[in-house]
Structure formats: C-alpha cells, structure tokens
C-alpha cells in the first residue's frame, strides 16, 4: 500500500443530509421543488433578483442554526491528526465543516458570504438579503449571494487541481457524481495514481470510477473511516 501524505476530500450535500439540511437530488431535494434555471443562475437573479434572495436567505437561515454531525467532526478530527496533509474541498454552501473546526476550500461558495456584482468585494451577509443590497464597499446596489450558480466557474479550481495531481487518497463523501468539475475529480486522481473510495448511502453516477466503496449512512461511515486512517 502506498505510503499516503496528501488525502483530498470531495464532500457534497449528502455530508450534511443528518444535520436536516436537504440534499438537492434525493427524494424530495430541492432540485423537485425549485428549478435550477430559476434560482441559481446568473440570468435567474437577473430575472427575478427577489425570488433569488428568498430562496438563498431561507437556506441561509436554516444553515445558521444546523450543527455539524459525526461525520463533519471525524474530517475536522482527520484534518488535526493526520501525520500528512488533508486538503477538504466541499460543494457544500452550509458552513458545517468551518462549524466542526475544519478549513475547507468552498468551490461552489457560501451561504454566509455577499458578494459585489460591481466591485468584487466580498463580507459577511446579512441573514436576508434584499433586492438592491448595498455593498459595503462601494455602495452600488449590487449585492448578490456568494455562491457559484449554474454557468459560473467554481473558486480555487487551480488549487484543487493542484492537490489532486499530488494527491496518494482520494475520497467522495455524500455527492451524486452528477455535476463537473466535481463530478471529475475522482478521474485526477487516478491519473496521479492516488486510490479512490467513495462513501454514500448508494451508488453515484460516478461509482464506477472509484477503487473502493463504503455504503452507508455518512455520519456512522466517515468516523469509522478517519479512524482506520489514523490507526
Ligand atoms: N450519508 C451519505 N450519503 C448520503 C446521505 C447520507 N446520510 N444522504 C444522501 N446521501 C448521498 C446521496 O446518495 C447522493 O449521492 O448524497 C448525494 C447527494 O447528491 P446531490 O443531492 O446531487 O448533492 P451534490 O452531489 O452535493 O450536488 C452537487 O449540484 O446542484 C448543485 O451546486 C449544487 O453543490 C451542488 C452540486
């Protein structure tokens, strides 16, 4: 077995599933009770700016007040023990992993962040943000929330590509495989040689590239995990 001093984590939706917060693609996810095209590209919140802030604010709410569960505090736990380095990289916009005193790189951005359509700066959101929210920077009206929509370039790509064309361990928590470059990652790492696992309650649509899988429930199979790691 090869000696393993750089593991990256891909974790998705289904990380946070136990801490109440929905997924997107499983039975009753959000994706079955808003369209994506409404609410999560550049042109929706064009369209329809207010309709955008409610749905972003009532996630944004609800993510204030979930707390992390076992899975979340096992990778915070891994990130501290590990003799070599943890790089976590998260799809999720909930903020559980800095919650559990993890650092992640959020390449689809965060719930708690607002962003300056004009000027680029970014801070701390309000818990509602409203149609023609100031930036604190420059004042124009051009607040938006902080996240990656549909159509836009996920953040940190260069960085993430970096860890996982170095990486000996790489491992996909609770996402469905559907959406790149996430969805594509496994394939990096096995360029670089590293050994792939995937833990989720079921298959992906990514299954088939990954060496090994873990099914179950992410907050009994990720602490079982990190502690064969740190064995
Ligand atoms: N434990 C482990 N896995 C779980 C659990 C659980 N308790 N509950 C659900 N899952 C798995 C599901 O089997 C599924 O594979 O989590 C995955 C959730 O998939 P999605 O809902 O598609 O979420 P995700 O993969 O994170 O979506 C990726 O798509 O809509 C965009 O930007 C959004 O970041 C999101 C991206």
Request: proline share 5%.
């Amino acid at each position: 077995m090869r000696r393993i001093d750089r593991i990256v984590i891909l974790t998705g939706a289904g990380i946070s599933a136990e801490s109440g917060l929905g997924t997107f693609r499983d039975e009753g996810g959000l994706w079955s009770q808003h369209r994506i095209e409404d609410v999560a590209t550049p042109e929706a919140f064009a369209r329809n700016p207010d309709l955008v802030h409610r749905f972003y604010n009532a996630r944004r709410i609800q993510a204030a007040s979930a707390k992390p569960n076992a899975a979340h505090d096992a990778l915070a736990r891994l990130q501290s023990d590990f003799p070599g380095e943890v790089v976590l990289v998260t799809q999720n916009v909930d903020g559980l992993h800095e919650k559990a005193g993890a650092q992640a790189i959020h390449m689809h951005g965060e719930l708690s962040r607002a962003l300056c359509a004009s000027c680029g700066h970014r801070w701390d959101a309000p818990p509602e943000m409203v149609v023609g929210e100031p930036c604190t920077a420059c004042r124009a009206p051009t607040a938006r929330p902080d996240i990656v929509w549909f159509g836009e370039m996920p953040y940190h790509m260069d960085d993430i590509f970096d860890a996982l064309q170095t990486c000996d361990l790489f491992a996909a928590i609770g996402t469905s495989g559907q959406v790149y470059p996430a969805a594509g990652f496994v394939q990096e790492a096995r360029m670089a040689g590293a050994a792939t696992v995937e833990l989720n309650l079921r298959d992906s649509d990514m299954s088939h590239a990954f060496d090994d899988h873990i099914t179950g429930l992410a907050s009994k199979t990720v602490p079982a995990w990190v502690d064969r790691l740190l064995a």
